[in-house]
């Protein structure tokens, strides 16, 4: 049964960091690409960042890059967000994502069969 069980959200202040992870299970977590998403209140889902397989290619969505790092271990079958600079505008629901091998779109949602429950990530000004 694969699952993916996200962790880390929370309120911060506007500037504050945080460090989200998505523990998967029930697949062969080094074979998939992964990613994170987001989903504010009454806006569609976005793509944040995903990672290759291996972990040796990794994609941003340009509101943040420079401030957004993801990172896998894939010994620990965890994937990784760290958020830094937060704004209010990140506030959203954060969603980890798992797909089969390397893929030509790897910021397009339905590039991934697998999705997490999401967590919560709300900045304050």
């Known amino acids: 049964q694969v699952q993916l069980v996200e962790s880390g959200g929370g309120s911060v202040q506007s500037g504050g960091s945080l460090r989200l992870s998505c523990a998967a299970s029930?697949?062969?977590?080094?074979?998939?690409?992964m990613a994170w998403f987001r989903q504010a209140p009454a806006k569609e889902r976005e793509a944040v960042a995903a990672?290759?397989?291996?972990?040796?290619?990794?994609y941003y969505a340009d509101s943040v890059k420079g401030r957004f790092t993801i990172s896998r271990d894939n010994y620990k079958n965890t994937l990784y967000l760290q958020l830094s600079s937060l704004q209010p505008g990140d506030t959203a629901v954060y969603y980890c994502?798992?797909?089969?091998?390397?893929?030509?779109?790897?910021?397009?949602?339905?590039?991934?069969?697998?999705w997490g429950q999401g967590t919560q990530v709300t900045v304050s000004s």
């Open positions: 029930g697949f062969t977590y080094s074979s998939y690409s």
């Open positions: 990672i290759s397989p291996a972990g040796t290619r990794r």
């Open positions: 994502a798992a797909g089969q091998g390397l893929t030509s779109q790897p910021l397009w949602p339905g590039t991934y069969s697998y």
